[in-house]
């Protein structure tokens, strides 16, 4: 890493992390539709208790206060920690990927950081809840058109062909199983995958978020964590196949085709 570089980077994993712990308020109150959804302030979810500043310190509070809320004692899920974790990761990664030196080459990292967001919510939303919910995922959707609109990167014809791709593959689904398969909200996420990544890694990406969701399921399955039948959230494997496909999907055409050609 050059010097800017290196002085931004823990900047951007502190705002990551920051994200994140915002995000562990935001999933719960969209679900349960509450009032105030971004300005609200945050309580806990048993005794309704206003959390103080000390509270909300992200990773750091959940520790010291034993992963148990600091009113009522009970048990906070381990997935709040998870949640800040993850997105201080992925907010690095994505830095690493389109970093910036200088001011003219933020909205770029800007965009692939919002688009990240709504991604990580989209993945903890539907493990949580078994569903998706398109206040944060629609906005991206219109990020990312206008982004291959100006910038050409995807071309816009690519990310239109792509989200017609992830439309249609889900749809087809849909109408082949009468909503047994995936669910409608599965076709936005098509939607923002293809219109990222541009029609070409698209079809790269769905291989690969359905390689993972298979392997994945074989595991619970043979671990009795599931039953054959029983419902899966398919959401985190598209977003999965999406960062994947978004940081090596070039390598790993190359890989396929050297392997076979």
């Excluded at 103080?52 to 920690?81: M, Q, V, W």
Aim: glycine share 8%.
């Amino acid at each position: 890493m050059t010097e800017i570089k290196t002085l931004i980077f823990p900047l951007v994993l502190a705002i990551g992390i920051s994200f994140g712990s915002f995000l562990t308020m935001l999933i719960p109150r969209i679900y349960e539709k509450e009032s105030g959804i971004f300005l609200g302030r945050s309580h806990c979810r048993f005794c309704k208790k206003t959390l103080r500043a000390r509270d909300l310190i992200p990773i750091a509070s959940y520790l010291i206060n034993r992963g148990k809320c600091a009113f009522c004692k009970e048990k906070i899920s381990t997935l709040y920690p998870t949640i800040e974790i993850s997105t201080a990761i992925m907010f690095a990664l994505i830095y690493t990927k389109f970093p910036f030196e200088n001011i003219s080459g933020i909205p770029l990292t800007a965009f692939y950081l919002t688009i990240s967001f709504a991604l990580i919510f989209t993945f903890f939303y539907d493990i949580k809840y078994l569903e998706i919910s398109d206040i944060i995922l629609l906005p991206a959707i219109a990020l990312g058109l206008i982004k291959s609109f100006v910038t050409d990167s995807p071309s816009f014809e690519s990310a239109l062909i792509g989200g017609l791709i992830g439309i249609s593959f889900f749809l087809i689904q849909i109408l082949l199983s009468k909503g047994k398969w995936v669910g409608a909200g599965d076709i936005r996420i098509g939607a923002l995958m293809g219109i990222l990544l541009g029609w070409q890694m698209t079809l790269t990406a769905l291989v690969i978020s359905y390689v993972i969701g298979s392997i994945v399921s074989i595991g619970l399955l043979a671990a009795k964590q599931k039953e054959i039948g029983g419902k899966i959230a398919l959401g985190p494997f598209l977003v999965s196949g999406t960062f994947i496909t978004l940081f090596f999907g070039e390598n790993i055409i190359n890989w396929y085709l050297n392997l076979f050609l």
